[in-house]
């Protein structure tokens, strides 16, 4: 950082606050807002303001020069240095990071391409009869790599194609025709670059799980590992009210089978005997 006596107070004191409340929060995330409208932007940060995950935005110099300051004391917070490019925010907060990411996933929304964009990922079109009428798109689609056709009066893409593999750039031809397909190829909204958690650092690839489908996995394993302990008649606090509610009914099945007489079994023996008895009566014709 360049010496305090060069730079203005009024930033010196800005890096100053953003080093303060990164270090007041145990959770520390470095956000991308690369594409996102001012309005969206803006709609954003107070969402997530209200929920307490406010989002500061700052220069990337800035960042850089809080991240570096809050480092000396927490160097746990030093690979997030290497995240502070582009379009730059940070979020100090209380929480969970993987719950924090599955907010940051929902700001995000599909987007068309405009041309000039690096794909993020394969761009697949699928064979499929289109609604374009046969003229001069055939050509268009052809010349840009679309496997396009005439078929029965319809333009058709005749094959399954990826027209722009990932890390690839889109050209404003292909996007063009991307838009007119309705192939929406780009997200737009905010980007959760890293997360630091006390003295533990998150890169997004760990982050990125479905709760839900964890959940229910979890629930499915609990689910069997009941029925195994049930099956085996291990006892623990969740099985014990279960097995003894197996037991209580295959000794009163045993009572009733022998003829065993108990306040619980006195009533069906009873019943028994009388359809018995009746059943007798209806053989002998008494």
């Known amino acids: 950082m360049p010496g305090r006596g060069s730079v203005p107070p009024e ?30 932007l803006q709609s954003m940060r107070r969402e997530f303001r209200e929920k307490e995950h406010p989002i500061l935005v700052a ?15 927490r160097p746990a917070l030093a690979p997030l240095l290497e995240q502070v490019t582009d379009q730059t925010a940070l979020l100090a907060a209380e929480g969970n990071p993987f719950s924090l990411y599955q907010e940051f996933s929902r700001t995000r929304s599909p987007t068309p391409a405009r041309g000039g964009e690096i794909a993020p990922q394969d761009i697949f079109v699928a064979a499929t009869t289109t609604s374009f009428k046969p003229g001069p798109i055939v050509g268009e689609l052809q010349h840009a790599g679309f496997p396009a056709a005439i078929e029965k009066g319809k333009v058709v893409l005749k094959k399954d194609t990826t027209i722009v593999k990932a ?98 079994t006195i009533e069906p023996l009873f019943a028994k005997a009388m359809r018995e008895a009746a059943l007798v009566g209806k053989l002998t014709g008494t």
């Open 11 to 40: 930033r010196l004191a800005h890096v100053d606050r953003l080093a303060a409340l990164v270090l007041s929060k145990p959770l520390t995330a470095v956000v991308g807002f690369r594409g996102v409208p001012a309005s969206a």
């Open 59 to 73: 220069t990337n110099s800035s960042i850089r020069h809080a991240l570096e300051k809050a480092a000396k004391e």
């Open 167 to 264: 890390g690839q750039p889109i050209s404003r031809e292909v996007a063009g025709l991307l838009t007119r397909l309705d192939i929406l190829p780009l997200e737009v909204g905010l980007t959760l670059r890293a997360v630091v958690d006390g003295e533990t650092f998150y890169p997004p690839s760990v982050l990125s799980v479905d709760l839900d489908a964890r959940r229910a996995e979890i629930a499915r394993a609990a689910h069997r590992a009941l029925g195994l302990a049930l099956e085996l008649g291990y006892a623990t606090p969740e099985t014990v009210p279960l097995l003894v509610g197996r037991a209580h009914r295959r000794a009163l099945g045993l009572a009733l089978a022998a003829g065993f007489v108990t306040k619980e």
